[in-house]
Structure formats: structure tokens, C-alpha cells
């Protein structure tokens, strides 16, 4: 299993950034996914989270309610997260996670992700 994350980089505070991550070596249909990021010097947090049921059920931590969007697209095994109104705040290494139950239903629990991949940094400047 392997899941590849891309798209990080440096913004100014308000701008957009889009997160992609490409996972192969097991059924991506079948499994919710979901963001994760960890800031410096604090622990990992929930982002956001999707069904493995084409996209049903997207569920956002508050502090990125309304600005963020996360997406799938099965045939591409891809799980994408477009960052609008980017804060400083935001900034922090985002991972994406595979939820460990097939069919299993989307949640905010970092224990219920056994597949990571590597992190891509987002910076955002005041």
C-alpha cells in the first residue's frame, strides 16, 4: 500500500492551495480517506474525512468548516483537498490516511487509519 500526497507549498494568508494523494496497492473505492495535519510542536488533527461511497458523507473539522473541500475520485484512487481563505494558522505538514475497515464509514479518529502517506508542508504567510 502506498499513498503519495502533493500539492503543499507557500501561500499568503487567504489564498487557496490544492492537496492531491494518489494511493495504490489496495481497493481505494472501498475505503473512506481522509486529511490529517500536524503543525510544528503540536500534536496530528483531524482535517476532513470522505466515504468510500463516492464521496458521500465529506465531515470537517470546525476550524476548516467552509473553506475546505474534500473530494474523491475513485477512478483515479485519489483523494483530493482544496484549501480556500487559507490562515497561518493552517500551516502544518498534511497527510492523507486510508481508513482501515473496507466499507467502513469515514471518521475523525486517527486510530481508525492504518495507511499514511509521507506529508506535504503547507506554509502560509501573514
Known amino acids: 500500500v502506498q499513498l503519495q500526497a502533493s500539492g503543499g507549498g507557500l501561500v499568503q494568508a487567504g489564498g487557496s492551495l490544492g492537496l492531491s494523494c494518489a494511493a495504490q496497492g489496495y481497493t481505494f473505492s472501498q475505503h473512506s480517506m481522509a486529511w490529517f495535519r500536524q503543525a510544528p510542536g503540536k500534536e496530528r488533527e483531524f482535517v476532513a474525512t470522505i466515504s468510500w461511497r463516492d464521496g458521500a458523507a465529506p465531515y470537517y473539522a470546525t476550524s476548516v468548516r467552509g473553506r475546505f473541500t474534500i473530494s474523491r475520485d475513485n477512478a483515479k484512487n485519489t483523494v483530493y483537498l482544496q484549501m480556500n481563505s487559507l490562515k497561518p494558522e493552517d500551516t502544518a505538514v498534511y497527510y492523507c490516511?486510508?481508513?482501515?475497515?473496507?466499507?467502513?464509514?469515514?471518521?475523525?479518529?486517527?486510530?481508525?487509519?492504518?495507511?499514511w502517506g509521507q506529508g506535504t508542508l503547507v506554509t502560509v504567510s501573514s
Open positions: 490516511a486510508t481508513e482501515r475497515r473496507p466499507f467502513g464509514p469515514p471518521t475523525d479518529y486517527a486510530t481508525d487509519y492504518d495507511y
